[in-house]
């Protein structure tokens, strides 16, 4: 019987037609925490494919809203002044994480940093969490090397008017690090470099609907679902008539020095970024129904059905 990997960050009962595929044809899935991508064998990791339930969750993907180098600066000092690093040390991480990443592997530099530097050893994140709605939302970070008492912890709260409660976790520097670095470029970006730094091929495997089987198809008749909302938004702000050429009266209004806002990703800019993608990191899309997701996935890992 064969088995196949899934990830752990894979929501189980939003995959379901994918699990009844595997079970019809006698295949085993065991969750695990992967590097990069949602599915790939256990003994031949050559080959990884990340799924996407339809282009617009690629779309959410790669316009991940990055933090900013500022915000990220100031976690870095906070973790500075908790752990105890060197000024020169924490200025060397922020160039780690915030630098261009091209031709490089962040993660594995930061890691090593630490390493070489001594930067180790568990550390407390103390987060400062207020209300916002049903749920809470933390409102400052306090790094420390031991574990706060009750007398600590009344005083972070008494920094932050209308926060309630300080929740405590275990982590470590270097695992803080990285996660800076992923809010920087979002996980499929990461996701992508780890495949690329381990020499695996990194298939990116979209649900569509019939007319899109390639990137020349998605650049043709792929319509963002938000450009109706948009188009409507605009026609309205901008006093554009019903039965006027939506794009060529935008190029008038711009050519007019109107700031008119960027509209939804549609086919054309979604396809030249997977060219790029193709062309820089070696990237492969493929395209299928959600129907046959289940299948399309053992096709490309190399699983042949028919003899299992």
Request: charged share 30%; hydrophobic share 35%; with cysteine.
């Amino acid at each position: 019987m064969i088995t196949i990997l899934e990830d752990t960050r894979q929501q189980e009962k939003k995959h379901e037609n994918k699990h009844k595929y595997f079970r019809e044809h006698g295949i085993l899935w065991r969750r695990v925490a992967l590097d990069c991508g949602d599915y790939t064998l256990p003994n031949d990791r050559s080959v990884v494919i990340d799924t996407k339930k339809d282009i617009e969750e690629f779309i959410g993907d790669i316009q991940v809203k990055q933090m900013s180098k500022g915000a990220i600066r100031q976690e870095i000092l906070a973790i500075q002044r908790g752990c105890w690093i060197h000024t020169d040390i924490a200025n060397s991480i922020f160039n780690l994480i915030a630098g261009d990443d091209d031709g490089r592997f962040p993660e594995g530099e930061i890691s090593q940093f630490c390493w070489n530097n001594r930067i180790e050893g568990t550390i407390y994140k103390c987060c400062v969490m207020q209300k916002n709605g049903a749920a809470n939302k933390c409102v400052g970070t306090v790094y420390m090397d031991e574990k706060p008492n009750d007398g600590v912890k009344t005083e972070m709260l008494m920094k932050y008017p209308g926060s309630h409660k300080v929740t405590v976790k275990t982590t470590t520097a270097e695992k803080e690090f990285q996660n800076l670095y992923v809010q920087r470029y979002g996980f499929l970006h990461r996701d992508i470099k780890r495949a690329v730094n381990n020499g695996t091929k990194f298939i990116l495997l979209i649900e569509s609907n019939r007319k899109i089987n390639s990137i020349d198809d998605l650049e043709q008749h792929f319509v963002n679902k938000r450009q109706w909302l948009y188009e409507q938004r605009i026609r309205k702000d901008w006093d554009i008539p019903r039965n006027a050429d939506f794009s060529k009266a935008v190029e008038d209004l711009k050519a007019q020095g109107a700031n008119i806002p960027i509209g939804p990703m549609n086919g054309d800019k979604v396809a030249k970024i997977m060219r790029t993608m193709e062309d820089k990191y070696g990237v492969e899309f493929q395209f299928c129904r959600k129907s046959e997701s289940g299948k399309r996935i053992l096709e490309l890992l190399g699983v042949d059905v028919s003899v299992v």
